[in-house]
């Protein structure tokens, strides 16, 4: 019945909020703990920046 923009499960959903992206080298980083993203704790494993965007943001994009 509700077959609109709410198909998604919310497992599915689940496993992109803790997914972000290092804007440097667009290297994946899970951050389990959002605590340490928001202290800006949060490095790339590879070149060590902190400058990272979420990837669901970006899932949400190509969709709309
Ligand atoms: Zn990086």
Redesign the pocket.
């Known amino acids: 019945m509700f077959m609109g923009e709410r198909n998604v499960p919310v497992a599915d959903n689940r496993v992109f909020v803790g997914v972000y992206v290092?804007?440097?080298?667009?290297?994946k980083?899970r951050v389990s703990n959002p605590k340490l993203l928001r202290l800006n704790k949060v490095k790339?494993?590879?070149?060590?920046?902190r400058v990272l965007r979420p990837k669901h943001k970006e899932l949400r994009k190509l969709k709309a």
Do not use: D, H, L
């Open positions: 290092c804007r440097n080298c667009n290297s980083i790339c494993r590879k070149c060590g920046s």
